[in-house]
């Protein structure tokens, strides 16, 4: 049974491998293709032979990884080099086409024609007088309407809004457009494009050229809209270290950021490693109780706690206010200081038992004989903890301390569940509020607000992974000389 289910899956990968590879193909996106056609080699290749053993259990890893990793990393760079984000989301052609489209009008004494509605294969086309055209076939003498159905009224005003917003070219004339699904016009575009010499002319005479940044611009600085995609450079880092719109909301979210990260972890570390100690102590009566309701924040998904507890701390209907406040109107998460209280409070509730768990193990690793040699040196608890214990202590937890900063910093779930963020800082050029993250930052540079900006949300995300790997480096090089100590 085993022997036919094999060829069955690779059947099945082949042919969906086959129908992206003719997409592709079809989209001319020639990189994708040949990576695309590699790996259904590749996969073939090794899943075919009775050989190869390894790579049988490697392949799906490795593809993943190249796939939801290298591939989001290398695209991560190659976008923070780019003016790409709203407004320059396509192509030079893409752009001039939006633009001859969105200045036609209709051609005066234009006389209305009778049209049928076909499509064919998923492409919708018009067809007048016996020819037929669509956006990919102009309407020209002769055109075969063979293989075009019509559709009915229920499928026309399922795919209205495709339908008025169908062009079908007619050489010479302009291009059809319908507004009713029963007639069409033809309409022709008031601004004409000079592709040799890279120009637009509006009907005023003025001529838009092209500045080399993915924009027509008139000589008195107005730029034609949309722009299309080009190669910035550094543009999008010296925008954000010396614009001063982004510069300074960017080091406040920078600072905030570093104070988060670390209040939160120092402040997990010291609760979690007190409560191990105090349950370290032997003969504690209750401690696995005590363990267990320590433990119980951990088990919440973060996003889920914080969800809970923004709504604990609802300034109007809120559990702390109205109970333990006895009705008190505190704005915990729409007062810039306290939201940035409440952020780090709830945070370090969701890690301690983390730093709990990690401080028990340690403690237990710590060889007693230890401990009994500083006692009987005439050492108190204080000195034991702090010359004997918290030296090994911090040997064995310095790794996990550097990981716990490195995730804390980049802690999204917490700031966007919690306060989105907020509140706003009305202050600020750009959508930024008293609690984000740059993390938060980038979502909000590039999904965030009405004018997304993805290249200089992937030129923020470069810089935060140099400042993570320049923390998460000293950290363990300062990890090694504890453990060497």
């Known amino acids: 049974m085993i022997r036919y289910v094999k060829p069955l899956v690779l059947s099945v990968v082949d042919a969906f491998a086959v129908y992206g590879l003719v997409a592709l193909a079809g989209q001319r996106s020639w990189w994708a293709f040949a990576a695309m056609l590699a790996g259904t080699l590749a996969i073939n290749v090794i899943y075919l032979g009775k050989r190869r053993v390894p790579a049988k259990y490697l392949a799906p890893g490795v593809v993943l990884l190249l796939l939801y990793q290298v591939y989001v990393v290398l695209y991560t760079g190659y976008a923070a080099f780019t003016n790409y984000g709203d407004g320059h989301n396509g192509t030079k052609q893409d752009a001039v086409a939006a633009m001859l489209a969105a200045s036609e009008v209709r051609v005066p004494g234009s006389p209305g024609r009778q049209v049928r509605i076909v499509e064919r294969g998923g492409e919708l086309g018009f067809l007048v007088s016996g020819r037929v055209g669509s956006a990919a076939q102009p309407l020209i003498p002769g055109a075969d309407p063979d293989g075009w159905?019509?559709?009915t009224y229920a499928e026309v005003v399922a795919r209205q809004a495709e339908i008025t917003a169908l062009r079908v070219p007619v050489p010479g004339q302009g291009s059809l457009r319908t507004s009713d699904a029963v007639t069409v016009a033809t309409y022709r575009s008031t601004r004409r494009y000079d592709e040799r010499a890279g120009t637009v002319t509006d009907p005023t005479g003025t001529v838009y050229r092209d500045d080399g940044r993915g924009r027509f611009v008139a000589p008195d600085g107005r730029a034609l809209s949309p722009g299309w995609k080009v190669f910035v450079g550094l543009e999008n880092f010296r925008t954000v270290l010396t614009d001063p719109g982004i510069r300074g909301p960017f080091l406040g979210v920078l600072g905030w950021t570093f104070a988060f990260a670390g209040l939160s972890v120092g402040l997990m570390f010291a609760l979690g490693l007190g409560l191990a100690l105090v349950l370290d102590r032997p003969g504690l009566r209750g401690h696995r109780a005590y363990r267990s309701l320590i433990v119980f924040p951990y088990a919440f998904p973060a996003f889920m706690a914080a969800i809970l507890w923004q709504g604990l701390l609802n300034s109007d209907h809120g559990f702390v206010n109205a109970v333990l406040l006895g009705g008190g109107h505190v704005p915990w998460l729409t007062d810039p200081w306290l939201a940035k209280l409440s952020v780090l409070a709830v945070n370090v509730w969701i890690g301690?038992?983390?730093?709990?768990?990690?401080?028990?193990?340690?403690?237990?690793?710590?060889p007693p004989a230890l401990t009994e040699a500083a006692q009987l040196d005439g050492a108190n608890p204080w000195r034991v903890l702090r010359h004997v214990k918290l030296p090994m202590l911090l040997a064995s937890t310095a790794p996990v301390l550097v990981a716990t900063f490195a995730f804390t910093f980049n802690n999204f779930n917490v700031i966007y569940m919690l306060t989105g963020g907020g509140p706003r800082d009305a202050s600020s050029p750009v959508d930024i509020g008293s609690t984000d993250l740059l993390i938060s930052l980038?979502?909000?540079?590039?999904?965030?607000?009405?004018?997304?900006?993805?290249?200089?949300?992937?030129?923020?995300?470069?810089?935060i992974f140099a400042v993570i790997a320049a923390i998460s480096l000293a950290g363990f090089r300062r990890a090694r000389r504890l453990e060497g100590s």
Request: some cysteine; overall charge positive; glycine content about 10%.
């Open 149 to 151: 159905r019509p559709l």
């Open 352 to 366: 301690f038992p983390y730093m709990f768990l990690i401080c028990t193990g340690a403690l237990k690793a710590i």
């Open 442 to 463: 980038v979502y909000k540079l590039a999904f965030g607000g009405s004018a997304r900006n993805y290249g200089l949300a992937c030129a923020v995300s470069i810089l």
